[in-house]
């Protein structure tokens, strides 16, 4: 009998095949008695384990050195250092001679102690070298042990991958590799690695929880990320069946292709930008194919992850300069480094806070440490001659901080000029609203701004106090609430009025649920998933704008937000059915 698991649908599409299990790279080895004659083999095989890690780490130094510059490759100093720390290699021999027991165990529980002690250490340098000392333990143990950490982009073999969790920098890696599809026992459908997955067009579920205890190496299980649901070790009629649903959805899929080359804009003349948001320029190819006009979301933090240095101002220009040549003579609209929720990185200190989304992220980062700041802005600014690039600031929540990061980017613009280097005197600058306090102000926020972003991923679960990574308040996260609709509305009219234009660049842009509604609304720019990007020209192309605004008009009058669902579904399905048939 087929065996059903129910998550959180992360990133739409059918997948079938073969397991693979990524653990969460903890060491927990068990205490074994070793004889007397076996100690001294437990002591070379300490000392050889070593050997290796130093060889892995000075490999990795020279990689690194060579691919960047000999500055970065320090980083691995103080890796090497614990490696000679000879208090802590004398202690795990003697142990292990004393207590006649494993030394992978006695390994362990040696750096325990380290740990705890540095860790109440008052000096802030001594306490940062917990993460060294972490980093290293797991390299010797994981050579102790015999086991080989395999990373997600070096598959032969098509998987799907299961797992606890997985970063961003875990979801990156499996871009145009051989993973199928992946899911987790958590996250949220608008966590990052779930949107990741659906720029990347790799079908996820979410939020399962018991993945890791059902599942298992080896098995054969079904993805459907559209609806949410694994199928372990399925039978040949329910492999049969799949495969069929399957095949009709690229069908449908391929069904929209012809639109590629039309324009987005209603029967009556009304005209939008369908643009895409992206995390890599390796995703370029995937969006003008599905024949977006630009870029609406560039995420830029993804240059701070999987990394122990910062990015310099050259990798910024180089990456920028890349983008907006791919994309001439359309639009790229920058983000600056927006950190902090469920996106952190451990070398900028970023503290952990008690209610990470509500903490030191995102612009108020950016504004505290201008130094961080200036290098993406200057990068920024001298990559705009090669393209139409914008910026962006992420969590703005009210006119000073506008302001004071209009002022940082005008010191970085007068140092430019003073050297004489060119840039794009004319660029935009746009406030993404996404706290509560940004929408019930956007009016004067409008008036230090070229335009606006609705990042109605934040502002959903700030307006409505619902974490949108957590699975268990996962039914409280509604883009339809009266409340975020209204909010919408209003951030909208207060752009208008004051002459500038707005996007939208959350998850909810991307949902043929809500394109109506938003149309309704007057939105000028849908940015989304590249994969979403031709359903929602076909319904854009399939209404006038006044029936559109008749939609918005009868959306905004209901009280809960599945009633607003149940009234989109029902026109959704009234006006452009092969949208509806498509979902």
Wanted: hydrophobic share 45%.
């Amino acid at each position: 009998m087929n065996e059903i698991l129910k998550g959180i649908p992360a990133s739409s599409g059918i997948v079938i095949g073969p397991v693979y299990i990524v653990g969460r790279d903890d060491f927990e080895v068990s205490r074994r008695a070793v004889s007397e004659g076996d100690v001294v083999s437990e002591i070379v095989r300490f000392e050889e384990s070593l050997i290796q890690t130093r060889q892995e780490l000075i490999a990795l130094q020279r990689k690194i050195a060579q691919e960047f510059d000999q500055e970065q490759a320090q980083i691995f100093d103080a890796h090497l250092l614990v490696l000679e720390d000879r208090m802590l290699i004398e202690e795990v021999i003697s142990r292990v001679k004393r207590e006649k027991c494993n030394v992978d165990f006695i390994f362990q529980e040696v750096l325990k102690k380290y740990v705890n002690v540095f860790s109440r250490m008052e000096d802030e340098y001594l306490r940062e070298r917990i993460a060294d000392i972490n980093d290293v333990g797991k390299r010797v143990l994981r050579i102790l042990s015999g086991k080989k950490k395999r990373a997600l982009s070096d598959f032969e073999e098509k998987v799907i991958v299961v797992a606890h969790d997985l970063s961003p920098s875990d979801t990156a890696a499996m871009h145009r590799k051989n993973i199928l599809g992946f899911i987790t026992d958590i996250g949220g459908k608008t966590s990052h690695t779930a949107i990741m997955a659906k720029s990347f067009e790799i079908p996820a579920v979410v939020g399962v929880e018991v993945a890791t205890s059902k599942i298992t190496a080896g098995d054969t299980i079904i993805i459907d990320g559209g609806a949410g649901i694994i199928v372990i070790n399925p039978d040949a009629k329910t492999i049969a069946n799949y495969k069929e649903a399957e095949d009709e959805i690229l069908a449908k899929a391929k069904a929209f292709f012809s639109l590629k080359e039309l324009l987005a804009e209603t029967r009556d003349g009304r005209r939008v930008e369908l643009v895409a948001n992206i995390e890599l320029p390796e995703e370029i190819p995937f969006l003008l194919d599905h024949g977006a006009e630009g870029i609406g979301l560039y995420r830029s933090e993804y240059f701070y992850m999987n990394r122990k240095d910062l990015p310099s101002e050259e990798e910024h220009y180089e990456a920028y300069k890349l983008v907006a040549e791919m994309m001439k003579p359309y639009p790229v609209i920058i983000r600056t480094l927006d950190l902090g929720g469920d996106k952190f990185i451990s070398q900028l200190q970023v503290p952990r806070d008690m209610v990470p989304f509500l903490g030191w992220r995102a612009i108020r980062f950016c504004l505290a440490r201008p130094d961080i700041f200036k290098v993406q802005l200057r990068a920024i600014l001298r990559a705009s001659v090669h393209g139409k690039l914008k910026i962006m600031y992420p969590m703005i929540s009210g006119v000073e901080e506008m302001r004071q990061a209009n002022r940082v980017l005008e010191e970085v613009k007068e140092e430019l000029r003073t050297k004489g280097v060119p840039f794009d005197k004319n660029m935009e600058i746009g406030a993404m609203i996404e706290v509560p306090s940004a929408a019930v102000t956007a009016d004067l926020i409008a008036k230090e701004a070229d335009f606006f972003s609705i990042g109605t991923n934040d502002l959903i679960q700030y307006s409505l106090a619902v974490d949108r990574t957590n699975e268990k308040v996962a039914y409280l996260y509604e883009p339809a609430h009266p409340a975020v609709l209204r909010l919408i509305k209003k951030i909208i009219d207060d752009a208008h009025r004051n002459k500038i234009w707005v996007g939208m660049c959350g998850e909810m842009s991307g949902d043929p649920m809500f394109t109506l509604v938003l149309l309704g609304m007057g939105l000028d720019e849908f940015s989304m998933p590249s994969k979403m990007i031709l359903q929602i020209k076909q319904l854009v192309r399939s209404v006038t704008m006044k029936q559109a605004q008749a939609i918005t008009e009868e959306a905004l009058t209901f009280s809960t937000a599945r009633e607003v669902e149940k009234f989109s579904k029902k026109k959704l399905k009234e006006l452009v059915p092969q949208v509806y048939d498509s979902l």
